[in-house]
């Protein structure tokens, strides 16, 4: 079977069965190439076709923070809930449909730091009320950046709310540092993704794919 990029990876627990890879040429572009893998016994196989996606305005980082457009390098599961605005597309996983006073707390001084919460009020600093983000947050994935299980607890200001979601705009644009797509490539997405097969993504520029 003729070699993949999943198959360059090294750093997947031993459990996962499948893997989104997140590459772009370069630190600092803003387009990116989103490619899907299922494990069949001791080989990945490609699951959808390649898709073009995009990153933060800022490109790629080591050392994402909070408030910067870029989209943080490394290893992560997807969160155990995907969310939206709209109704659920049909996806595997738990599902919650976005409503008024749905948050994403972006306040790096808060206990809740970097998680999903329903608040009457804003919740501070640069938090998200996710029912207005609209079309973007039509649905989403969460990328486990700073958080669990990457990290024991979210580390203030070091970032929140990476999430996978749709484009903005129709022609696509650059993000705060989310990985986005078109409507139609992210619902294939987010239908494919299986809990049962522990998915993670990794996001990296091509060049330094190797690290993970």
Request: with cysteine; proline share 11%.
């Amino acid at each position: 079977m003729k070699p993949t990029k999943a198959t360059r990876l090294t750093s997947l627990p031993a459990g996962t069965a499948q893997v989104v890879i997140v590459t772009g040429e370069g630190w600092r572009t803003t387009h990116a190439t989103l490619e899907t893998y299922d494990r069949a016994g001791d080989h990945w196989r490609p699951a959808l076709p390649p898709l073009p996606a995009r990153i933060g305005a800022d490109g790629f980082s080591d050392r994402h923070v909070e408030g910067v457009p870029t989209t943080p390098t490394g290893v992560y599961a997807i969160g155990p809930t995907v969310y939206g605005i709209a109704a659920d597309p049909g996806v595997r996983y738990p599902y919650h449909r976005v409503a008024v006073d749905d948050w994403w707390n972006a306040e790096p001084d808060s206990p809740h730091y970097n998680s999903f919460q329903r608040s009457a009020e804003p919740l501070g600093g640069q938090s998200e009320a996710l029912w207005r983000e609209d079309p973007a947050y039509t649905h989403f994935a969460v990328i486990t950046y700073n958080m669990p299980p990457t990290v024991p607890a979210p580390v203030p200001h070091a970032g929140s709310g990476i999430f996978l979601h749709q484009f903005s705009r129709a022609e696509g644009n650059p993000t705060a540092g989310c990985v986005s797509l078109s409507h139609e490539h992210l619902v294939a997405v987010l239908t494919w993704l299986d809990p049962e097969a522990a998915p993670y993504i990794v996001l990296s520029p091509a060049e330094r794919l190797d690290r993970y």
